[in-house]
């Protein structure tokens, strides 16, 4: 019994030393982080190596589905909007796969970016964007699978995917210049409602100028038509501060028949009290 518990012991001591021996992957794992214009782009993917193998047509079959590495689907994430293959990207993750061939790449950009290489079942709905792209022969050997962020400007940047004698590129545009210029014309035109509507509230709550928080709500409101209840109730807040009683008192009606309409009491109450308050009531 005693040689038992001993042989058990041994075995369970081995057993601890072996989960502690930390072994390198064979594909490592990769984070790849670039900023082209205004957009972050993040690549995530496993490296596999050649190791003496043939790549494309043995190791990856040509004109079969890919997971472009090793382990979980190669993954990309745009922090903007970017068009792909004449399709347009919304902001967000994507898996990317490709269907190799000697002479091209079919190169695919799918929704559902949490799979251990492959979906289980292919979703032709959940593909964003495809692409073709000429596959080049190099004249020297990648051993381990290189992808990188190539030809940046402000508004295109090339992903490059090297491995073996095998390059190819899938070219990314942006929508830098369309939202600078955007910037730009909003900065020139100068502060819009809401730039003096945050402006004269911040001034109200941190006890600054009131006279140019009072100022300011008036600009927000001659250029905001349609202003809402909660925002006539800080106006409202804005005039009394700045000793003008009576257009608080207007405001403050005006935002509580708007409150009533809407139905939320909490601002029904905060404006019959202040009523009630700045009448001297």
Same mark, same amino acid.
């Given at each position: =019994? ?9 075995? =369970?001591? /081995? ?10 992957? #064979?594909?490592?794992? %990769? ?29 990856? #079959? ?5 997971? &472009? ?18 399709? !347009? ?12 061939? $000697? ?12 799979? *251990? ?21 190099? #004249? ?17 940047? &090339? ?21 600078? /210029? @955007? ?12 730039? +003096?509507? $945050?402006?004269? &509230?911040? +001034?109200? /709550?941190?006890?600054?100028?009131? !006279?140019? $928080?009072?100022? *300011? ?11 809402? +209840? ?8 804005? +005039? ?13 009606? %005006?935002?509580?028949? =708007?409150?009533?309409? @809407? ?6 109450? =905060? ?11």
């Amino acid at each position: =019994m005693k040689k038992i518990i001993l042989l058990f012991s041994v075995l =369970m001591l /081995t057993a601890s030393i072996q989960a502690q021996i930390e072994t390198p992957q #064979p594909s490592p794992f %990769q984070k790849i982080e670039q900023k082209v214009g205004l957009t972050d782009i993040t690549l995530e993917y496993s490296r596999p190596s050649m190791r003496g193998r043939t790549v494309f047509g043995d190791l990856v #079959p040509h004109n079969k589905m890919w997971r &472009v590495g090793a382990n979980t689907n190669t993954k990309i994430t745009f922090s903007d909007a970017v068009e792909i293959g004449g399709k !347009n990207l919304a902001a967000g993750s994507y898996a990317v796969y490709a269907k190799p061939s $000697a002479t091209n790449w079919e190169v695919y950009f799918y929704s559902d970016s949490n799979n *251990w290489g492959l979906p289980e079942k292919w979703d032709d709905k959940k593909v964003a964007a495809k692409v073709s792209v000429p596959a080049y022969p190099m #004249p020297i050997k990648i051993e381990t699978l290189t992808m990188t962020f190539d030809n940046l400007t402000n508004d295109s940047v &090339v992903l490059g995917i090297l491995w073996a004698d095998t390059y190819v590129g899938v070219p990314i545009k942006l929508f830098t210049d369309k939202a600078v /210029t @955007a910037n730009i014309e909003r900065a020139m035109s100068g502060p819009s409602s809401n730039d +003096y509507y $945050a402006a004269a &509230v911040y +001034y109200l /709550t941190e006890g600054k100028d009131i !006279n140019k $928080a009072k100022n *300011w709500i008036d600009k927000s409101f001659e250029m905001n038509k349609d202003p809402k +209840y909660y925002q006539i109730r800080q106006k409202a807040l804005i +005039y009394a501060a700045a000793g003008d009683k009576k257009g608080a008192i207007e405001a403050a009606k %005006q935002s509580l028949k =708007m409150s009533k309409e @809407a139905g939320n009491d909490d601002y029904v109450k =905060m404006n019959e009290k202040s009523i009630k308050e700045w009448e001297g009531k």
